[in-house]
DNA sequence: AAAAACGCTGCAAACGTTTGCGCAAACAAC
DNA sequence: GTTGTTTGCGCAAACGTTTGCAGCGTTTTT
């Protein structure tokens, strides 16, 4: 059993509650009592329960991370990673630790929200993701707690605050970057469409598409759920008969998937397909050819929720904030200027 | 204010500890009183708040991950993810919550610990790294806390639970692929020294080379420390007189970097140079040309420590047990047989 | 029919803190 | 020397549970 505060209040001949504002270096104790308390502590070894304090205080200085339905895939996706770390930087200045979601279907992970929120475990949370039919934004916004989304909520989208990219715009810049260099036939490879960020995507590419009166054909919009699926639309793309000499992957992973099976099929990139990807992982820069990528930034949006929910907790403000991290296209060896 | 235990007992009549007693469902109260506080908790929405039950039951049902301080070229190393996903997997099953150290330097992490274990948060601990000089081990050990660390422990072997690979024999085997293919100008370049992986694996290369009777050369042993010193020590390699023709490296990643600088110097895998690698994740089977790597199982080394851990927890056990995670060699296509 | 046993529930203490309030001593003001 | 203010600390309640023990009503044993 552990030395308690009742403990070094007997030895150092004071009342708990002296011990207790002696920790919290309250001004109502004298220096020569804090003195006196403080070498009791050490020589004791006392270290303050942090169960007993959150009872009491009813604040954790903890906050929950709830991860996306993690596939294997996903898993070597460094998305989470490093948003985590982002997250991680700013938690640490502030004090507060982290708890993860440990479910990997979409109840369980329900359940640990639920936990973790109704069993008062965390003062706030952060969810890394943003879906269709998601239950967790609802029910967090039902029970009032302090939450933050990265990426955009589907619903309910300006009642909660969340930190995203422009993924609209970034979708734009990565087409336009193609375009201008004289690509017109381009196929977009997005990520499952029940996530928001396929969708913004998908609407960026066909925004600057259209803009430059170029036809937005269906056929050259994809979606990818996972590794197995990118093979089959990478086929069935280089089976039309106006094949696309330029595709858009949803991820660097994804992307390197995607020339991995052109490889197979004797297409080399940069030469007879260009391609571009997004979240500028390392992995981009250090395959061959190195990829052209989206930075976006990833470490930041974990940063910047992170801060968003803490100040949130901290003081609770009048009207929901978001936040929108820049991207920016970090352009490699992937792509090649096109002549018709 | 959330619903308590009390407002449940006075609304239905009972006593407090009737309600506790329901919540766990012990065979003391009959099925009809059972019935009765079910039907109240469900109507005024009860939850337990977990930190009260943990203040009592001093037993959180968490348990505390450390990781290895952080760079950010770790960060785009697959190892962490995907070993956290077993230990969640593991977790999530027995109910177990985990929460993750946010430090980025040894003390902050060190500090993280001490707040976790002091505090009385977690119920047990997972390090997921072993190095040198680590303070963290000594600690653990002496507050007598379960814990288990992923890797070999360099002191206090026999004292600490572990799970690891048989990293000697993982890089022996590797080795004898490439001695097998015709190679005796093999380097081998480990991680960051401090770490126990890279001595073993170091160990398991000289073995090898000795066994088959090739000399073992400083030169052609080298350790990075981050993805820089990857470009020099293959600069180095390449100005040997004795150029190797065969190169193993860490991990996908920093095999993945070598490629890419040999790359820039126009020496072609296989053809010219040799490549090997560990961990076997995604990337290394993407690649041009998909590399030849050494699979660790990260996942059962997460899965497993947190069996081993929560096991422990559960039921103290007399002795310190371990466990050993095969390997496997998967051959792809970075190596080529060599003719003098 | 009294005694014993059993099944069910309540009482109250305990877990280790924090914090509002009150009180004594010390000091200043008059 | 009385009154008023300040300073420093202790008392006790509170946070929301769990759990050993006691008690009470009902059933079984003798």
Redo the contacts with the bound molecule.
Sequence with gaps: ?????????KK??????????V??D?????????R?VRKVMDEMG????????V????STQNIGIVMKNSTVESLHDPFFPVVLQGISSYANKQEFSISLTTGDTEEAIFHDVEKMVQG?RVDGIIVTYSKDNDKVVPYLLKCGIPFVVVGKPVIHTNEVMYVNNDNVQAAKEATEYLIQLGHDKIAFIAGDKEFEVSGSRTRGYKEAMQAHNLEVKDEYIKHSTNMESVENIVYQLLALSERPSAIIGTDDLATLHIMSVLRKNNINVPEDMSLISFNNTMVAKLVNPAVTSVDTNIFQLGYESARTLIEEIKEKSTFPKSVIIPTKLEIRDSCRSYKK
């Design positions: 059993m552990a030395v308690t505060i009742k403990d070094v209040a150092a001949n004071v009342a708990p509650s002296t011990v207790s504002r920790i919290s309250s001004p109502n104790i004298s220096e020569r009592t804090k006196k006392y270290y303050i329960n942090l169960n007993a304090r009872l009491v205080q009813q008062k």
